[in-house]
């Protein structure tokens, strides 16, 4: 079965800082992998989305992340931290089917001034 | 366009009580879930519809019905509410049949179980 792990719940970072959010994923065919952010009392947007190709995949506000698959893992980053990056962002993975998509617990951004 | 749209916005309930939630789309989708958000445990699949006339249960359905009633609509109904069904709801509608298709997301429902 697919899962999706996603390391630290709470991540803090300065204004202007680099932000890393990581995702790890388990599955057993090549996956499609996704990063969504939630805003407070919002539902959730899509940010990026990783299908075939290019493995380094540019999404919006800034944020790019990685595909990797020898190391089973798609870390969001996005080199300059904004306040209005602050949101709970989380990864998630296309189960085979088309139809479910498995979250990660999320991850809650702070960014300080 | 509205995109995914849902009521009520907040609802508490006592233990026992019933409600449906409510959730339509206008983005001609197909495919429709309702989700449940719970502090630390991302979102759970409660249920989902691949396509007008199906439903199929997710990873948590226990206490919960569903029912696509057109392509526009799916509502997630609570028969007897229990505490435990506290918790954020969200629907959300995606094109379907395509292992990549972003996902559409609602506002939510903020729902508490006395």
């Known amino acids: 079965a697919q899962s999706v792990t996603q390391l630290g719940s709470h991540v803090s970072v300065s204004e202007g800082a680099l932000v890393l959010l990581r995702c790890n994923y388990s599955s057993s065919v090549p996956p499609y992998l996704f990063w969504y952010v939630q805003y407070p009392n919002q539902g959730l947007q899509l940010l990026l989305k990783y299908t075939t190709g290019a493995t380094l995949v540019k999404g919006i506000n800034g944020f790019e992340a990685e595909f990797k698959k020898s190391e089973t893992s798609f870390h969001l980053t996005k080199p300059s931290a904004h306040m209005s990056d602050a949101a709970e962002y989380f990864c998630?993975?296309?189960?085979?089917?088309?139809?479910?998509?498995?979250f990660g617990a999320g991850t809650r951004l702070f960014v300080k001034a | 366009n509205a995109g995914v749209t849902q009521t009520p916005k907040f609802q508490v309930l006592k233990t026992g009580q019933s409600m449906t939630l409510q959730c339509a789309q206008d983005m001609n989708h197909n495919s429709m879930y309702w989700y449940r958000q719970d502090p630390g445990m991302g979102l759970r699949l409660i249920y989902y519809s691949a396509s007008e006339g199906t439903t199929d249960k997710g990873e948590v359905p226990n206490g919960y019905n569903v029912s696509r009633l057109n392509k526009r609509e799916f509502s997630l109904r609570l028969e007897s509410a229990a505490p435990s069904q506290t918790s954020v709801y969200f629907c959300?509608?995606?094109?379907?049949?395509?292992?990549?298709?972003?996902?559409?997301f609602g506002p939510g429902t903020r729902l508490t179980v006395l």
């Open positions: 998630a993975v296309s189960e085979t089917g088309g139809f479910k998509t498995i």
């Open positions: 959300a509608s995606s094109e379907g049949g395509v292992l990549y298709n972003e996902q559409f």
